[in-house]
């Protein structure tokens, strides 16, 4: 009789749990399992916890064992298997009296006579982002074409006006306070560049190095990247300058760590090691990157202390997971589940930070006039977050301190061409 509740409270939530969204996005979730559960198999049910407490399950056998949370020698005890089941709140006060923080962790059941079963779990900070503000650069007659994040707070935008029948470009500093962006007037003494009528420039920030990409027209009328930012602020960094041997630079990215940055021509991704002396030290071309119009970004999305490259691509996606040797290697495993969680979304733009403060970086993606953020989980899966308000054919994503606040969530900044605007969504999660 036990075993006969057992199996229909399986198949019960199962068929409860799948007829949602998320085996859509996710059909390797354990809820979408339509098949018997092994008895010796334990399932933990979310494997994603807030640190604020969440409602857990815990599957293992048909027996009984004791349950306990565990992280670096902490643990918290959470009860006992009844028939193989436990569903415990885990709260808050839980974590905090056992000291058990964010990051990874593991649910450990001990049974009698049988060795101890772990399953990993990951602890975050649900972001609290409030609602986008923006401003119209079409109203200073100004396009934006690059932004970044300064390291005191609020944001320098790379921005573009018509001059004489050509166009000018020029930084512009921009100040982010509670409902409102101001433009405070151009900075670095409004430096201009030379006409472009192609391709706009694009400038990443890597720690105090500002970095500008921008048309070349000494070379043929190509796209290459031209560095020389102590041109902008000579207190910012060393003169730096550097054309590849390739055309037609179409997007950036850059890592959470300041370590890499990645160039995307026409059809591949080419990666640059920085060091202290360029931030263009050491080429690598990544074998498999070859859709066209792909978006990319850098981070580490599965937790082994190495950047990853993520590229989109038509709502395709494609995971170079790093490789001790400093190369990146093609995952199609990962490509497919992230693909999946993309749900068949056409990104515009993307970007990869550690947005839920859970140790591993996540993915900001673009598309439509929305936003949406995509966790890697612990089992190589990927979850996305509900929408959040974007604007327009968002081109450009940057992550970081937009506000200047050290113990909060990162901020999301965008910047749109089409739509001419920039905005942000600061986000107010503490820990």
Same mark, same amino acid.
């Given at each position: 009789?036990?075993?006969?509740?057992?199996?229909? #409270?399986?198949? +019960?939530?199962?068929?409860?749990?799948?007829?949602?969204?998320?085996?859509?996005?996710?059909?390797?979730?354990?809820?979408?399992?339509?098949?018997?559960?092994?008895?010796? +198999?334990?399932?933990?049910?979310?494997?994603?916890?807030?640190?604020?407490?969440? &409602?857990?399950?815990?599957?293992?056998?048909?027996?009984?064992?004791?349950?306990?949370?565990?992280?670096? =020698?902490?643990?918290?005890?959470?009860?006992?298997?009844?028939?193989?089941?436990?569903?415990? &709140?885990?709260?808050?006060?839980?974590?905090?009296?056992?000291?058990?923080?964010?990051?990874?962790?593991?649910?450990?059941?001990?049974?009698?006579?049988?060795?101890?079963?772990?399953?990993?779990?990951?602890?975050?900070?649900?972001?609290?982002?409030?609602?986008?503000?923006?401003?119209?650069?079409?109203?200073?007659?100004?396009?934006?074409?690059?932004?970044?994040?300064?390291?005191?707070?609020?944001?320098?935008?790379?921005?573009?006006?018509?001059?004489?029948?050509?166009?000018?470009? &020029? #930084?512009?500093?921009?100040?982010?306070?509670? =409902?409102?962006?101001?433009?405070?007037?151009?900075?670095?003494?409004?430096?201009? #560049?030379?006409?472009?009528?192609?391709?706009?420039?694009?400038?990443?920030?890597?720690?105090?190095?500002?970095?500008?990409?921008?048309?070349?027209?000494?070379?043929?009328?190509?796209?290459?990247?031209?560095?020389?930012?102590?041109?902008?602020?000579?207190?910012?960094?060393?003169?730096?300058?550097?054309?590849?041997?390739?055309?037609?630079?179409?997007?950036?990215?850059?890592?959470?760590?300041?370590?890499?940055?990645?160039?995307?021509?026409?059809?591949?991704?080419?990666?640059?090691?920085?060091?202290?002396?360029?931030?263009?030290?050491?080429?690598?071309?990544?074998?498999?990157?070859?859709?066209?119009?792909?978006?990319?970004?850098?981070?580490?999305?599965?937790?082994?202390?190495?950047?990853?490259?993520?590229?989109?691509?038509?709502?395709?996606?494609?995971?170079?997971?790093?490789?001790?040797?400093?190369? #990146?290697?093609?995952?199609?495993?990962?490509?497919?589940?992230? +693909? +999946?969680?993309?749900?068949?979304?056409?990104?515009?733009?993307?970007?990869?930070?550690?947005?839920?403060?859970?140790?591993?970086?996540?993915?900001?993606?673009?598309?439509?006039?929305?936003?949406?953020?995509?966790?890697?989980?612990?089992?190589?899966?990927?979850?996305?977050?509900?929408?959040?308000?974007?604007?327009?054919?968002?081109?450009?994503?940057?992550?970081?301190?937009?506000?200047?606040?050290?113990?909060?969530?990162?901020?999301?900044?965008?910047?749109?061409?089409?739509?001419?605007?920039?905005?942000?969504?600061?986000?107010?999660?503490?820990?």
């Amino acid at each position: 009789m036990t075993l006969f509740r057992l199996a229909l #409270f399986g198949l +019960t939530v199962a068929m409860s749990s799948c007829a949602v969204s998320l085996c859509d996005k996710d059909p390797t979730d354990p809820r979408c399992d339509q098949s018997p559960v092994s008895p010796d +198999t334990l399932q933990v049910l979310p494997i994603r916890i807030p640190l604020s407490g969440e &409602h857990i399950t815990v599957r293992l056998g048909i027996g009984t064992g004791t349950v306990v949370l565990r992280q670096n =020698g902490k643990e918290v005890a959470l009860g006992t298997l009844s028939d193989g089941v436990l569903q415990v &709140h885990v709260t808050d006060q839980m974590l905090s009296q056992a000291m058990i923080t964010l990051g990874d962790a593991k649910i450990v059941v001990s049974r009698p006579s049988k060795a101890d079963e772990a399953a990993a779990i990951r602890l975050f900070v649900e972001p609290a982002f409030d609602p986008i503000i923006s401003y119209d650069t079409k109203q200073d007659g100004e396009t934006p074409e690059g932004l970044v994040i300064k390291p005191s707070a609020g944001l320098w935008g790379y921005t573009s006006f018509p001059r004489s029948g050509s166009r000018a470009q &020029h #930084f512009v500093e921009y100040q982010v306070m509670p =409902g409102i962006i101001t433009a405070r007037g151009p900075s670095f003494g409004n430096n201009t #560049f030379a006409a472009w009528n192609e391709r706009p420039a694009r400038t990443v920030r890597q720690g105090a190095r500002l970095v500008g990409f921008s048309r070349d027209l000494f070379a043929m009328n190509a796209d290459a990247i031209q560095l020389d930012t102590c041109a902008f602020s000579t207190e910012l960094c060393s003169a730096v300058s550097a054309t590849p041997d390739f055309t037609k630079v179409l997007g950036l990215a850059s890592d959470s760590k300041g370590t890499m940055l990645a160039v995307v021509s026409d059809s591949d991704v080419f990666v640059y090691q920085s060091s202290d002396q360029s931030p263009l030290d050491r080429r690598l071309s990544v074998s498999g990157s070859t859709s066209v119009g792909q978006k990319a970004a850098l981070g580490d999305i599965n937790g082994d202390g190495r950047i990853d490259l993520v590229t989109l691509s038509d709502g395709n996606a494609s995971v170079f997971f790093g490789q001790q040797s400093g190369s #990146f290697a093609l995952d199609a495993t990962a490509s497919g589940k992230l +693909t +999946t969680a993309l749900a068949g979304s056409v990104p515009t733009a993307v970007s990869s930070a550690d947005i839920d403060l859970d140790g591993i970086d996540d993915l900001v993606v673009a598309s439509g006039t929305s936003l949406q953020i995509i966790y890697p989980l612990p089992n190589g899966s990927y979850t996305t977050s509900a929408p959040l308000s974007g604007l327009d054919g968002t081109d450009i994503i940057t992550i970081g301190a937009v506000d200047g606040k050290s113990n909060s969530g990162p901020d999301i900044a965008i910047s749109s061409q089409k739509a001419q605007r920039i905005a942000v969504l600061v986000n107010q999660s503490t820990y």
